[in-house]
């Protein structure tokens, strides 16, 4: 769990003027849209006494908390208390942290993290969401597992022939050959390989003229930090692009929300089919990913071991750690701990540090951060700890030349 990121948490069309909650990294946040459409996400936690701030209503464009009717601006600001008789101030620490929120792409993204914006890593910017011409479907499956395992398995190319051998896949052509990661930026990456797909069935059979016609297909996986993943198939009807957002509840629970954009078939009459072969495809994902261990995604790069095939997700795991080092990883093993349910904790919002008067405004504590977010892991390999980044031999000999080692 990282803080500092911009995360897509929600489809735009479910955020209305009507407070939702939801809960994200393992916090309670509240979501709804003031008189201009804008999103509003705030902490869902009222200073006050710890009411849920979702369970109230919005009035203009703020919101009310239903216990005692404090009244919130969408900054975090309490603006009204009602027990106060006229004329009284407003305490300074009356407020909650809110966080900077955007529609774009179809998600609510929420800046879960306090840095300044010139300090932010930019949001990513997603490809072809601009076309109108292109069909979209959504859906959401909910999964109980640490968010990068997860999104792991969205860019994980060797598995497809495997796991998904009776859908799209083909257990008789398994091989990937060598492929490039191509890094886009810092916070992102790209790979694509031929994949030999299996016979089309269905309403896509009616796309091929003959067997003749099963060629190798270009598979393109792309992953964004810290939580978007694209996978892109380009048929020879068409291109298939499947966009994920795992959003992570918390350390044991994943709801990934899809985007499938399509340029074939772009009638509403397709939906169903394109939807019931994403949910087919995800439900033979679901166990293999359900059963790994551990449940976290190991911050040791030496802990599991990859081959060629699995050098997107290396990419993935080395951009991550890099943002672990930098201080960014919730502490969630001392929150779980330490804090229980004596101490309610907030993810720490961009005004802790940008308005320098607030400085001593917050009564919600911080989310403690370490380096990485493996709590059994952090005690054995703290960032600094030169064993951290030790390249292990796996071969005896020291002549292994399949085993993908390229950590640094
Ligand atoms: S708990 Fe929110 S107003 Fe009292
Ligand atoms: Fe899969």
Request: charged fraction near 30%; charge should be neutral.
């Amino acid at each position: 769990m990282i803080k500092n990121f911009w995360y897509a948490i929600e489809f735009s069309e479910k955020v209305t003027r009507e407070p939702m909650r939801l809960t994200i990294l393992g916090q309670e946040l509240v979501l709804y849209r003031d008189t201009q459409n804008n999103p509003v996400v705030m902490s869902d936690l009222c200073v006050h006494r710890g009411g849920a701030l979702s369970d109230g209503f919005t009035e203009g464009d703020c919101i009310r908390c239903p216990y005692h009717g404090w009244k919130y601006e969408p900054n975090g600001a309490c603006i009204e208390i009602p027990a106060n008789p006229p004329g009284r101030s407003i305490p300074k620490k009356a407020r909650v942290d809110a966080y900077p929120s955007v529609d774009r792409y179809g998600w609510i993204w929420a800046f879960l993290g306090d840095l300044p914006e010139a300090e932010r890593p930019p949001m990513p910017e997603l490809p072809h969401f601009d076309n109108p011409d292109l069909r979209r479907t959504t859906g959401i499956y909910e999964w109980d597992v640490h968010y990068a395992r997860a999104l792991e398995n969205g860019i994980d190319f060797s598995h497809g022939a495997w796991v998904h051998g009776g859908s799209f896949g083909n257990r008789d052509e398994p091989e990937i050959e060598d492929y490039n990661v191509e890094y886009i930026n810092d916070l992102s990456a790209r790979a694509t390989i031929d994949f030999m797909p299996n016979r089309a069935k269905g309403l896509w059979s009616r796309l091929y003229k003959s067997d003749k016609e099963r060629a190798p297909i270009k598979v393109t996986n792309t992953w964004w930090m810290p939580n978007v993943t694209l996978l892109e198939v380009q048929l020879p009807f068409g291109f298939q692009r499947l966009f994920n957002a795992h959003v992570p509840v918390n350390e044991n629970k994943t709801i990934t929300k899809w985007q499938l954009l399509r340029d074939f078939f772009k009638g509403k009459w397709a939906d169903r089919d394109a939807e019931r072969r994403v949910i087919k495809i995800f439900n033979e994902d679901r166990p293999m990913v359900m059963a790994q261990r551990p449940e976290l995604l190991p911050y040791d790069l030496a802990a599991e071991l990859h081959v060629r095939s699995d050098a997107i997700q290396v990419a993935f795991r080395k951009t991550r750690n890099k943002y672990l080092d930098m201080g960014w990883g919730i502490d969630m093993h001392r929150i779980r701990a330490e804090y229980a349910n004596y101490q309610a904790v907030v993810i720490p919002s961009p005004a802790r540090r940008e308005v320098p008067e607030l400085a001593n405004a917050w009564i919600m504590k911080e989310v403690p951060v370490k380096g990485q977010d493996e709590p059994d892991d952090s005690k054995l390999r703290r960032p600094g700890d030169p064993r951290r980044s030790a390249k292990r031999s796996t071969s005896t000999n020291g002549a292994d030349s399949d085993v993908y080692e390229d950590f640094n």
